[in-house]
């Protein structure tokens, strides 16, 4: 995870730095032009003078629309990157040359994982996911507690119990786990119990 940490701020530096780039190049331009430093006759003009002779053309407009769609696709795609933390589907256990490989499933694991921390008294729900990468793979926990719940007890028991029991599974020596804790508002909790 650490390294698609790197790989996105690394991208985000370099996009901001090209954006920024070109920002100031055309804004370095227009006040160039505008004090008159290529000829008078730009610096009197307009931007729409500048343009009018495109504008009769009628290719034009879609030229336009195509790259506003263009750079909203890629500022959308730019803004889902952010949010997306990259979860792992398999997870390869064993591979022995003569005796095949063996692979957890991700989905399975989480749901082994939920299982293990549900059965623990003050629970109400939780919800697992496995992150990161195959070589440093990591652990979400989100639980919800009931209001009489102890969280120590059950951050023990989730540090004792349910991560050694994932890490087994995996094979690591360390498998770095972030539980939160929350509790379920009352009214909510009648909600969901009604």
Do not use: K
């Not at 370099?14 to 100031?24: D, E, R, S």
């Not at 629309?65 to 979860?87: E, F, K, N, Y």
């Amino acid at each position: 995870m650490a390294d698609d940490v790197r790989r996105s701020a690394r991208g985000n530096r370099w996009g901001l730095v090209i954006v920024g780039l070109v920002l100031t190049v055309g804004g370095a331009g227009a006040l160039a032009a505008g004090l008159g430093l290529f000829g008078g006759a730009l610096a009197s003009s307009t931007l729409g003078d500048a343009v009018s002779p495109l504008a009769g053309l009628a290719w034009v407009p879609y030229v336009i629309a195509v790259v506003a769609v263009i750079v909203a696709v890629l500022a959308l795609r730019w803004l889902l990157v952010q949010g997306r933390t990259p979860s792992i589907d398999r997870f390869r256990v064993a591979t022995d040359p003569g005796e095949g490989r063996t692979e957890v499933m991700g989905a399975s694991l989480s749901q082994a994982l939920e299982d293990g921390v549900g059965r623990c008294p003050g629970v109400s729900r939780a919800r697992a996911r496995l992150i990161g990468s195959l070589r440093q793979p990591r652990v979400r926990l989100d639980v919800v507690l009931t209001d009489d719940a102890d969280p120590r007890a059950v951050w023990e028991y989730c540090a004792t119990e349910v991560v050694p029991r994932a890490r087994e599974t995996l094979e690591v020596d360390e498998l770095r786990t972030v539980i939160r804790m929350s509790v379920l508002p009352a009214g909510r909790r009648e909600r969901a119990l009604a």
